[in-house]
């Protein structure tokens, strides 16, 4: 964490970045530099994000608890948003709220795409990753991953039945 909540470009610059491959795609590979964590953000998770052409951002999914968007700098991706595809490009924005249809872009240009992805950090949140068929459920630090297939009812009732 910086001493103030302010990073000028040359902090930025002078970033290491970090390279992350989804464990659920191997096609999503970037290079992030997370810029909420360097200000001191706690709810909220802001990064600079950079991937290569032909590569994705991440497995397609969605957050049961958490918005999250992503605001383009520079390139050329399509966006798949459920069962849709759209173009986006630099200037463009796309925010996807909790509950919403499952998502993930790929580079589609012939240079990096550059982009901010924020989203919040609520202590419980649970992730879906359809056509990975896995669901990840966070409860503080801990993450759990279990098979969509594997996860059942086990007591079905409403709040408060309990009574």
Do not use: W
């Amino acid at each position: 964490m910086t001493d103030t909540p302010i990073l000028h470009k040359r902090d930025i610059d002078g970033m290491e970045e970090l390279e992350r491959i989804h464990p659920f795609n191997d096609k999503a590979v970037i290079y992030m530099k997370s810029l909420g964590n360097v200000s001191g953000l706690t709810s909220l998770g802001a990064h600079l994000v950079r991937i290569a052409p032909g590569d994705e951002t991440t497995a397609c999914h969605n957050h049961e608890l958490s918005d999250e968007f992503v605001y383009i700098l520079s390139g050329a991706a399509t966006l798949t948003l459920g069962e849709e595809e759209h173009e986006l490009g630099t200037g463009d924005f796309a925010g996807f709220p909790a509950n919403g249809p499952p998502h993930l872009m790929k580079n589609t240009g012939n240079e990096d795409l550059v982009y901010i992805m924020a989203g919040g950090r609520p202590r419980v949140d649970i992730v879906n990753y359809p056509h990975a068929g896995m669901k990840m459920y966070k409860v503080g630090e801990r993450l759990d991953i279990v098979e969509t297939q594997d996860v059942k009812v086990v007591i079905r009732g409403e709040q408060g039945s309990e009574k």
